[in-house]
């Protein structure tokens, strides 16, 4: 079975709130935008579905120094292009193929669409504002 369902979380910065695991429980795929603080987060985040993760500013330890700048995630046919600061972007994601680009670093949620390509800017869930989808 394909991925139906894709989660999105960014800047943890070591802390992941039940409500953040909660709005992730149904996941087939979860996509870290970086700042992820702890090795524990991505390992707590594994339990629930498989994970793929960018490097943060924040991610300086050794642990950390593996996740890669950029990773492309795949949700059936849909390309994912993830980073943790959409200003890095050095790539048109129409020309590339990317459907969705995923960032975080901001701390300002948000999505936008532009030539068919949805970036959405998608933050920690940890915070006492979180909303779910």
Known sequence: MGVKSVGLI????????KE?????????LIVHAGDVGKPEILERLREIAPVVAVRGNVDTEPWGQVLP???VAEAGAILIYVL????????NP???GFRIVVSGHSHKPGKTER???LSSIREALDREDFSCR
Do not use: F, I, K
């Open 10 to 17: 960014s800047d943890t910065h070591g802390l992941l709130r």
């Open 20 to 28: 953040a695991v909660e709005a992730l429980r149904e996941s087939d």
């Open 69 to 71: 700048e950029t990773v």
């Open 84 to 91: 943790h600061d959409v200003n890095a972007l050095d790539l």
């Open 94 to 96: 129409t020309a590339a």
């Open 115 to 117: 030539d068919g390509v």
